[in-house]
């Protein structure tokens, strides 16, 4: 199957957010490729991260459709689910902006309460689990193998009996993904997940994000403001301006894109940068 | 209808002392973000002070009632102002930055505290004081009922207005009232902004205070009696009143003062004096399921 | 030679004395109006008295408690900055030997508790408050899954104490129900209650729900006192039955066999105290096995993220209401539990022992304690429980003390007294387990 015409995983529909008499997102509509990473970006205030809580449930968008094609429970409707049975039922997790771990809870314990779901039903309304019945054991058993997978695979396999409001921040960045990723996702909405990074860190998120693609066939949504990542990994780019998207693309044609470098940069400067001395030859907006 | 109007006017009065102690709750809240447990009891080592205020004065042999209730009452504003101070001072202050129930504990030992320190000093007995503003007006006959204004009643919707007016501008047009509004908004940018902070806090509960020091005077020279007892009903339907108006709304505060008076006078003079308090709580709680903000609160949009 | 001078290291002894003066001035404006002047009733009318020597002798006592106050904190502070200086990070592996370090005191405890009315077998008086201490240590743990864990401030869980407490009253005193029968469903019947008070207000927030609660403990209260029918109103209920040794009743003479005749003792009123005791030691010991047992299920993994962070956890599609409620549940049920016991010891209820003030004590075990742990809510307990006790000789001043005591204490360790966290589940321990 050629992935150009594949069915899109997550298709937003005229989607748009009030907050009063604010548009914080304006008529979107955009396309999620299955097994592809997909940028979101945008400046500050353009309604990148107001658009990821309308997917997972934290908001109800005031107009549109967020529509997920989930391979074995058919089309959901996910502007329609509360924020839990978008993670649980349609598998769609999200990491946040400011990170949202549990301080003073372990690493391990972290990645085991993502696994709540899968734990809480194999405890049988916790009574398999008090009088510790094999079948709870085993379940939690697997639950610690998965999240050990996990912590190994991102290189925080020594941290995992550490309070993770411990660690430091790039650290905890990692654990967060780790931790979405234990709740098996179809689709995984990282919220900047590259702020606060140094140069080295975000190199190895790079590589992180082009192999869960590669070898989970994971579908990640990205936002993003650090061009470096968001430019190497996305497949495809859409960049939002005052909750409207006003380009979409790869990210070849999104850096030599005017609109963009004017949402990015201001008219004078754009125009500056776009046709000045040097005449044609764009530098592109990367930092 | 006689009864009814009657009862407006009762609930008119008992709403106006609520919402005076509502709104030292609904301040402290709106900038620290605790329940401050003690604000009942404040109220209560008020109406103490007035006791012992008027017959100190009585006692000289004053018998104007308005230079002794001016007296007393600005007497009573300063000393419990220093009270409301302290409070913050030595049980809130160290606990700032600290967990959510940490101030709300020692909030609670500071009321137990009040409580006893005045009972040990003051004594545990009711103490009355002679009636002070008697008669009223008659507004209304019938041939069974006569509606009356106490003049009393007027007395604190009177000051009660009269403050709210005061305060307002307090709030909303001076230098105090703006620090105090940005410490509500963003405390650690208000400090950055040169803004002593501490200073700021202390301030709000030393306000706080004086609005519940007035609510106290009032209430002795209304009911005649006081107890140490007194602070703990009052401070839990103030907040009541503060939470139902929406916190860190002060004409919030004030609707809601009205209300729960209203509702007060009203269900115990139509259905059970009883069971007027489960009227109040079950009231506040179909309240806050349906519009959890409050009446005049800001819905607040959950930050994510 | 240190790296860093700070200038204000040590105050000048004019500084100390300044901030000594003002706190004495301040002592002298908060104690004029309560401690100088206080009014009494003299031949039918108030009259006012002074007490200047007192006032005087508070004021003396407040500037001369700064001076000793401050020189002992400032030593304090630059003890700490020394050790800080030299100590850089050895924290990790203290905690762990903290840890169980905590756990061998708990066990020690648990002894203490076995034996402690075999020692004082004749002496009611520690056996009594013994059985006090328990009851409030069982009433904290049952908290402590709602406040410590899941982090839901109730300040109403008296009403559930209540509730159970009537239960069995009417039960036994009107369906001739046993203790044994009762016990489980009353503690039932209360977490119903839990449930039907939870489910509308556990989505408020934090601060909306301390009210909620709070306003249900008074309705609970109020409704006791006015349903004379149903409660007994203010006179309560009395002649509760007490409970049975496997149905052996702890009477002096009796046409079937008792307790003391079946083991043909001789029959004492110690008996019955020392069985009482040893029932709450078996419950609040259940109670916390249970509860130990749940926080290392999902379910309780589950409390302690709410707690932690409520968005992080919906995001992660864990049902927050869900936990919540049976968090609010369990703890509505132990105490609804406590509650039949503490109606089968005094044999007579009334809406008296179920104020705000009882309320506001089990709330502070579980924070004085530090949240969450339960060996804290063992020690807070007897600290709480023993402090007035002691203060007995000087009665008047106990709830002042207690006070006092409940600000000092937080003051002193915002997070309480024990606020070490014990992780639900270690990697390294695991990895030992499977090889």
Request: charged share 15%; glycine share 10%.
């Amino acid at each position: 199957m050629s992935s150009d015409v594949a069915v899109p995983l997550l298709s937003v529909e005229r989607l748009t957010m009030r907050f009063g008499g604010l548009a914080a997102i304006d008529d979107l509509s955009l396309d999620v490729p299955p097994g592809k990473i997909t940028g979101v970006i945008g400046p500050n205030g353009a309604g990148k991260t107001t658009f990821f809580n309308c997917l997972t449930g934290f908001y109800k968008p005031t107009v549109g459709s967020v529509r997920l094609n989930h391979p074995e429970r058919g089309v959901l409707r996910l502007e329609d689910l509360p924020s839990h049975q978008v993670a649980h039922t349609a598998q769609v997790v999200r990491t946040f902006q400011n990170i949202r771990l549990f301080p003073k809870m372990t690493v391990l314990e972290n990645l085991i309460v993502a696994q709540h779901n899968v734990l809480q039903k194999a405890s049988q309304f916790s009574l398999a689990g008090i009088l510790g019945l094999p079948s709870y054991r085993r379940a939690e058993a697997q639950a610690v193998a998965k999240a050990v997978d996990w912590l190994t695979r991102l290189g925080l396999i020594d941290k995992a009996d550490t309070a993770a409001g411990d660690l430091p921040y790039g650290t905890q960045r990692r654990i967060e993904i780790a931790r979405a990723l234990c709740v098996d996702p179809l689709l995984l909405c990282l919220d900047e997940p590259a702020a606060g990074l140094n140069p080295r860190e975000s190199g190895e998120l790079n590589e992180l994000l082009l192999r869960l693609v590669a070898d989970e066939g994971l579908t990640i949504l990205l936002i993003e403001h650090d061009m470096s990542v968001v430019m190497n990994v996305s497949n495809h780019i859409c960049v939002l301006n005052y909750g409207r998207k006003i380009a979409e693309g790869t990210p070849k044609q999104m850096q030599n894109d005017p609109n963009v470098i004017k949402a990015y940069l201001g008219e004078e400067e754009a125009d500056e940068l776009l046709y000045g001395e040097k005449g044609g030859e764009s530098t592109g907006v990367t930092p | 209808m006689a009864l009814a109007l009657q009862q407006l006017i009762n609930g008119l009065t008992l709403g106006a002392v609520y919402g005076l102690i509502a709104i030292g709750y609904t301040m402290v809240y709106g900038i620290i973000g605790m329940i401050n447990f003690a604000h009942g009891d404040i109220y209560m080592v008020s109406a103490f002070i007035a006791v012992t205020g008027f017959t100190l004065l009585a006692a000289f042999g004053v018998s104007s009632v308005p230079f002794a209730l001016v007296v007393v009452l600005i007497v009573a504003v300063l000393f419990t102002s220093v009270y409301g101070w302290a409070v913050e001072r030595l049980a809130y202050r160290p606990l700032r930055g600290s967990t959510r129930l940490a101030p709300l504990i020692s909030a609670i030992g500071m009321s137990i505290f009040l409580q006893n320190m005045v009972q040990l000093t003051q004594g545990a007995r009711v103490k009355p004081i002679p009636p002070m503003l008697t008669g009223g007006i008659d507004i209304y006959e019938t041939a069974e009922f006569t509606v009356r204004i106490a003049y009393s009643q007027m007395l604190i919707v009177l000051v009660t207005v009269g403050l709210m007016i005061a305060f307002s501008w307090l709030i909303t047009r001076t230098s105090f009232g703006r620090q105090q509004r940005a410490c509500e908004q963003d405390r650690t940018m208000t400090a950055l902004l040169g803004i002593n902070v501490d200073r700021t806090i202390s301030l709000t509960f030393m306000l706080g205070a004086a609005l519940a020091a007035v609510a106290g005077v009032m209430v002795t020279v209304y009911y005649g009696v006081v107890d140490f007892y007194i602070g703990f009903v009052a401070g839990i339907k103030a907040f009541t009143a503060a939470v139902l108006g929406g916190v860190g709304s002060l004409p919030g505060a004030m609707l809601g003062g009205l209300i729960i008076g209203l509702i007060e006078a009203f269900w115990s003079s139509y259905l059970s004096a009883e069971y007027k308090d489960v009227a109040t709580f079950s009231i506040l709680i179909l309240v806050l399921m349906f519009r959890p903000s409050g009446l005049l609160g800001r819905p607040e949009v959950e930050k994510v | 030679m240190p790296p860093l001078v700070f200038a204000n290291d040590a105050p000048t002894a004019a500084e100390r004395l300044k901030d000594a003066s003002g706190v004495a001035l301040i002592a002298l404006l908060l104690g004029i109006p309560m401690i100088g002047l206080t009014t009494a009733d003299q031949g039918g009318s108030l009259q006012v008295l002074t007490r200047w020597p007192l006032l005087a002798a508070f004021i003396a006592a407040s500037f001369c408690g700064r001076l000793v106050v401050r020189y002992l904190l400032d030593a304090l502070k630059r003890r700490r900055q020394a050790q800080d200086r030299q100590a850089g990070a050895a924290g990790a592996k203290e905690t762990r030997r903290g840890g169980r370090m905590l756990e061998s005191i708990g066990w020690l405890a648990f002894g203490l508790a076995l034996v402690l009315p075999i020692v004082f077998s004749d002496n009611r008086y520690v056996v009594d408050t013994a059985t006090t201490v328990l009851i409030y240590v069982m009433l904290g743990w049952g908290l402590n899954v709602v406040v410590g864990l899941a982090g839901l401030l109730d300040l109403g869980h008296v009403a559930f104490y209540a509730v159970g407490a009537y239960a069995y009253a009417l039960l036994s005193t009107q369906f001739g129900w046993g203790f044994w029968a009762a016990l489980p469903v009353a503690g039932i019947i209360a977490g119903v209650f839990g449930l039907a008070l939870g489910w509308p207000s556990l989505r408020l927030r934090g601060d909306y729900l301390a009210i909620v609660t709070l306003g249900f403990g008074e309705i609970i209260r109020v409704v006791l006192i006015n349903w004379t029918d149903f409660s007994g109103g203010p006179n309560g209920i009395s002649s509760i039955p007490r409970p049975t040794f496997f149905g052996l009743p702890f009477v002096p003479s009796s046409d079937n066999p008792t307790f003391a005749t079946y083991f043909g003792l001789e029959f004492s009123p110690m008996h019955r105290i020392i069985f009482l005791y040893y029932v709450i030691l078996v419950l609040s010991l259940l109670t916390n096995v249970l509860v130990k047992r749940l926080r290392k299920l999902p379910i309780g993994r589950a409390w302690e993220a709410v707690r932690e962070d409520e968005i992080a956890c919906k995001a992660l599609g864990m049902n927050v209401t869900n936990a919540k409620l049976s968090a609010f549940a369990l703890g509505a049920m132990l105490g609804g539990v406590a509650g039949v016991f503490f109606a089968a010891r005094q044999g007579f209820i009334s809406p008296e022992s179920f104020t705000f003030n009882e309320s506001a004590i089990i709330l502070a075990i579980v924070v004085l304690g530090g949240m969450g742990s339960q060996l804290g809510v063992v020690l807070a307990s007897v600290v709480l429980v023993l402090l007035p006790e002691l203060g007995r000789d000087f009665a008047e001043y106990r709830m002042l003390l207690f006070g006092a005591a409940m600000i000092l204490i937080m003051v002193w360790r915002p997070g309480g007294i024990l606020s070490h966290r014990e992780p639900t589940l270690l990697l390294s321990s695991e990895g030992g387990r499977r090889e």
